[in-house]
């Protein structure tokens, strides 16, 4: 049965929304982002400081969409007025590991007693600092920021051995704010 659907997103203040077709242009306090929504049967519009997407005899699949679509735009509200903030955490106990930021590539050096460093080139509009043993990773655009910290850690996942006895590397801890693993 086909049906109509609508929904519609608050702009905050101090927030640009354009949209030209099917592209959408986000401007706000931290930055702006600019992405393309390619879906034919979503309408969107700005309407009294609010985004409005519709569908005109939409099915299961239209709404879905129109889900998906809700959630990229508010990801990308809140990444133009917040950021959003990435938290790794640095465990080494068999060698002492190092990691430091150089440039444009995070540097891992002494994992497992390695003689080569691990390096890992990192994305132009992500941020990341190491601070003791935690790295920070943060940005406007969370896919950026959340594949950042996915491929830091994948940097130093450990094959052919016992993850409960060889614990070392480099774990997400923190995902904006939802705390995954509780620090000391």
Known sequence: MKKDFRLEIEIPEKVNVNIDGKKVMINGPKGSLERLFPYNRISMRVEDNKIVLEVKNGNKRDKTMLGTYRAH??????????????KLKIVSTHFPMSV?????????????????????????????????D???????????????????????????????????????????????????
Request: aromatic fraction near 8%; proline fraction near 2%.
């Open 73 to 86: 735009l508010k990801n990308m509200i809140k990444g133009v007025t917040n950021g959003f903030i990435y």
């Open 100 to 132: 430091s930021v150089n440039g444009n590539e995070l540097v891992v050096k002494n994992f497992f007693g390695e003689k080569h460093p691990r390096r890992l080139k990192l994305y132009d509009d992500v941020k990341v600092t190491v601070k003791g």
């Open 134 to 184: 935690e790295i920070i990773v943060e940005g406007i655009n969370k896919e950026r920021v959340g594949q950042q910290a996915a491929n830091i850690e994948q940097l130093t996942k450990i094959r052919d051995k016992d993850p409960r006895v060889f614990q070392d590397g480099i774990y997400i801890i923190q995902k904006d704010e939802k705390v995954l693993v509780k620090s000391e």
